[in-house]
């Protein structure tokens, strides 16, 4: 694996899982991998989780790690070609990105969108122009259109929680993603990643996905295909045993934030619909708008569970990587 940036790049899921729980079972294990290799982690843009748990996971395998914060430490970087640099960019992404590669032997990338442009955004043009000049193998700490870390991490945490037995042998869990309020447009890449990775999981028999939402916030096609859309909460939470609650701006607006009917913060109220489903979150979340504070501290809650496993997530990620170094 030299490329993580979505579930396309995974062969096989079920056995990725299970390589992920493997090293949580036994974190130190491959620690002679990582010898004398340097990980550099690139951010764009402000991280918590991404940034402590790909730490960590490099040093569990025993790697170096560098971190830069190109947005507060770095040169503003030109990322079109052909133009005169004489306005404020001071360095090209050609130049950085080599450079960042001589020193590193695996890079990750965290890089929002600007939510203004929608083509510009969904090219990843300056993600795959860092992926282009670096010349190592790099791994996407979240980019305009995917967050893949965090959907694999999402896919550990339903694997290693679900219980069929609860409601009958082989049965498979519901999985629903449910569209929430917010005070200002948030990109899709969460809810793509997301998607993507539990459409996959759905082909391969794991699960059941619904992904419910207001009219005018359907995300692309590209991510969605196989999910089954439906635009009324309560109807999406009969039934569901897991509620993957987050944000996003319309995708067909792009970037806006439309009028949508009220009744879209889960709370305890419609937790009562569920399969005593339990509730996701990526992180950061705002706290009664978003998400009812009765569930966050409620015993439904897998956020900081979900969270601990982006820790092995990174790791699996970066062990494939450093095997094929």
């Known amino acids: 694996m030299k490329l993580f940036t979505s579930v396309h790049d995974v062969p096989n899921i079920k056995q990725f899982v299970n390589d992920a729980l493997t090293l949580k079972a036994n974190p130190y294990a491959k620690q002679d991998l990582g010898k004398n290799k340097?990980?550099?982690?690139?951010?764009?843009?402000?991280?918590?989780?991404?940034?402590?748990?790909?730490?960590k996971a490099a040093l569990n395998l025993g790697m170096n790690v560098m971190v830069m914060n190109m947005d507060k430490e770095g040169w503003a970087l030109e990322t079109q070609d052909g133009v005169v640099m004489n306005g404020s960019t001071v360095e090209h992404i050609r130049e950085a990105a080599a450079v960042m590669g001589q020193y590193c032997d695996i890079l990750g990338l965290r890089s929002f969108p600007k939510l203004n442009?929608?083509?510009?955004?969904?090219?990843?043009?300056?993600?795959?122009?860092?992926?282009?000049?670096?010349?190592?193998?790099?791994?996407?700490?979240?980019?305009?259109?995917?967050?893949?870390?965090?959907?694999?991490?999402?896919?550990?945490?339903?694997?290693?929680?679900?219980?069929?037995l609860r409601v009958g042998a082989n049965a498979k869990p519901k999985v629903v993603l449910a569209w929430a309020p917010h005070v200002k447009a948030l990109p899709q890449a969460v809810p793509n990643s997301f998607a993507e990775w539990m459409c996959k999981a759905q082909q391969e028999n794991m699960l059941d996905f619904t992904i419910a939402q207001p009219e005018g916030y359907e995300l692309s096609d590209d991510f969605t295909t196989g999910a089954k859309i439906v635009y009324d909460l309560e109807?999406?939470?009969?039934?569901?045993?897991?509620?993957?609650?987050?944000?996003?701006?319309?995708y067909k607006e792009y970037g806006k934030v439309l009028t949508y009917p009220d009744g879209w913060m889960m709370n305890n109220e419609k937790l009562g619909l569920t399969n005593d489903a339990k509730v996701m979150h990526c992180l950061p979340v705002r706290r009664d708008l978003e998400l009812s504070s009765e569930i966050l501290d409620g015993p439904n809650?897998?956020?900081?569970?979900?969270?601990?496993?982006?820790?092995?997530?990174?790791?699996?990620?970066?062990?494939?990587?450093?095997e094929k170094l």
């Open 38 to 55: 340097t990980l550099g982690l690139v951010f764009m843009n402000p991280s918590l989780r991404t940034r402590l748990s790909t730490q």
């Open 235 to 250: 109807s999406a939470l009969n039934g569901a045993d897991y509620i993957y609650v987050k944000n996003w701006s319309s």
């Open 117 to 164: 442009n929608r083509d510009e955004d969904y090219n990843e043009d300056f993600f795959n122009k860092f992926v282009k000049y670096c010349g190592v193998p790099v791994v996407s700490l979240e980019s305009a259109t995917r967050h893949p870390l965090q959907s694999f991490a999402d896919l550990i945490t339903i694997h290693e929680t679900w219980n069929p």
């Open 301 to 322: 809650s897998l956020v900081i569970h979900e969270a601990g496993n982006r820790l092995w997530a990174a790791q699996a990620v970066l062990k494939t990587m450093l």
